[in-house]
């Protein structure tokens, strides 16, 4: 029949889905150089037998195409299973500073893949990872041991009440700006 390229182009666009979900979790950026040529040419060779030769029927794939992964991130929005479904959800690679060996062989990674990871993160001790996860989009997400986390602001506050002393008073020069006077006066002799 000569719409059947429609349901053509439907089962192709699903049957990529689930083909590159089955290739991994690795964004644009991260794909081999191997990878990338067997992404395009699957990309390619879902596309060959729709549009044959006809320029309308190529136009409507690709509309198809289009409308397709419209609706497929619409339903991932609407629904946590069809989101799982078709992006996968967290795999925890790292617990109290210790490797999932079996979780990062799950994502088809390697020890020294996640140190890189870590060490672009400015991590020079996967003992400082409390938890640390692969996510959908291929990259680590983490959480620092208390030990290993920066001091916020809200915490060296909270420090300073605790110890009973009072914050160090300095100039503001926005504040000096408003009120006219300098809260800092400069030293009588400037060299």
Do not use: C
Request: hydrophobic content about 40%.
């Amino acid at each position: 029949m000569e719409t059947d390229f429609i349901w053509e182009s439907v089962l192709m666009v699903l049957v990529g889905f689930l083909l590159l979900r089955v290739t991994g979790r690795k964004s644009i950026s991260q794909l081999t150089i191997p990878a990338t040529v067997i992404l395009i040419s699957i990309g390619s060779i879902i596309v060959q037998p729709i549009i044959e030769t006809s320029v309308v029927k190529t136009v409507i794939s690709v509309a198809i195409f289009v409308l397709v992964l419209l609706i497929v991130e619409y339903l991932q929005v609407k629904s946590n299973r069809m989101e799982k479904f078709f992006t996968g959800g967290s795999v925890p690679v790292i617990k109290d500073g210790r490797p999932l060996l079996k979780n990062i062989k799950k994502v088809r990674l390697t020890v020294d893949k996640i140190e890189m990871h870590l060490r672009q993160n400015g991590i020079i001790s996967m003992e400082s990872v409390k938890r640390a996860t692969i996510e959908p989009n291929g990259r680590l997400g983490y959480e620092l041991t208390e030990d290993a986390r920066p001091l916020t602001v809200g915490e060296f506050k909270r420090l300073l009440r605790e110890s009973n002393e009072p914050p160090p008073k300095e100039g503001n020069l926005f504040r000096e700006a408003e009120e006219g006077k300098h809260l800092n006066p400069p030293p009588e002799k400037l060299d």
